[in-house]
T-cell receptor
C-alpha cells in the first residue's frame, strides 16, 4: 500500500446522509484516482485528478463529488444522490497522469 | 472502446505446480498492460507491467507475464505456486500513447486458490 493512506477503514452511512472518504499520499504524485469495486465487476473509475485544483469525471461519477485543494489529498464525498453506495472504495495515485498507479488500502462503505 | 477479459473467475492449483492466469485485451494502437494482486480487504498491489521490448516481463514475488500481440493476450505466470499466492488478480490496459481522457481499464478479476 506504500505511501497512500485511506480512512476510515469502514464507514457506515445513514439514508440521506453525505459521507466523505479520505485519501492522502506522501509520494509527491501529481495524479490521483478514485475507484469503486463491486464483487465480480472489477474496478470502475469514479473521478480522477491530473493536477491540483483540477479533476475530471470517470465512468460512474453520478452521486459523487471530489476536491483537490492540495497535492497530497483527494477526498471523495458520497452524496445522498448515490442510491447504491455499498462498495469497497479504492484511492490510487501515479507520478503523472497515465503512469503506473499505486493503491491505498481501501474503505468499505456500508449503508445502515 | 478498450476492454479486458479475464475468462476464468477462479483458478485452482496445487502448491508447487505452475500457475497461469489468463488475460486478453482490446485497445486502440499499442497497449500498456498491467497486472495487480489484491489480498482480502486490501488495496491492489502492482505486480508488473509491459510497455515495449521483450515479450516476457518479470515482476514481483516470482511472477512473470508473456505479451502476445497476435493473440492480444497478456497471461500471468508463476512456475511454482505458493499457498500465499492465493488472492484476486487483475489485468489492466490503456493505450500506450498518452492522450487526453486515456483511462486504465480493469478486467473483472480472477481468484487464485493454491492448495497445500
Amino acid at each position: 500500500d506504500g505511501g497512500i493512506t485511506q480512512s476510515p477503514k469502514y464507514l457506515f452511512r445513514k439514508e440521506g446522509q453525505n459521507v466523505t472518504l479520505s485519501c492522502e499520499q506522501n509520494l509527491n504524485h501529481d495524479a490521483m484516482y478514485w475507484y469503486r469495486q463491486d464483487p465480480g465487476q472489477g474496478l470502475r473509475l469514479i473521478y480522477y485528478s491530473q493536477i491540483v485544483n483540477d479533476f475530471q469525471k470517470g465512468d460512474i461519477a453520478e452521486g459523487y463529488s471530489v476536491s483537490r485543494e492540495k497535492k497530497e489529498s483527494f477526498p471523495l464525498t458520497v452524496t445522498s444522490a448515490q442510491k447504491n453506495p455499498t462498495a469497497f472504495y479504492l484511492c490510487a495515485s501515479s507520478l503523472a497522469d497515465q503512469e503506473t498507479q499505486y493503491f491505498g488500502p481501501g474503505t468499505r462503505l456500508l449503508v445502515l | 472502446a478498450q476492454s479486458v477479459a479475464q475468462p476464468e473467475d477462479q483458478v485452482k492449483v496445487a502448491e508447487g505446480n505452475p500457475l497461469t492466469v489468463k488475460c486478453t485485451y482490446s485497445v486502440s494502437g499499442n497497449p500498456y498492460l498491467f497486472w495487480y494482486v489484491q489480498y482480502p480487504n486490501r488495496g491492489l498491489q502492482f505486480l508488473l507491467k509491459y510497455i515495449t521490448g521483450d515479450n516476457l516481463v518479470k515482476g514481483s514475488y516470482g511472477f512473470e507475464a508473456e505479451f502476445n500481440k497476435s493473440q492480444t493476450s497478456f497471461h500471468l505466470k508463476k512456475p511454482s505456486a505458493l499457498v500465499s499466492d492465493s488472492a484476486l488478480y487483475f489485468c489492466a490496459v490503456r493505450p500506450l500513447i498518452k492522450a487526453a481522457g486515456n483511462k486504465l481499464t480493469f478486467g473483472g478479476g480472477t481468484r487464485v486458490l493454491v492448495k497445500p
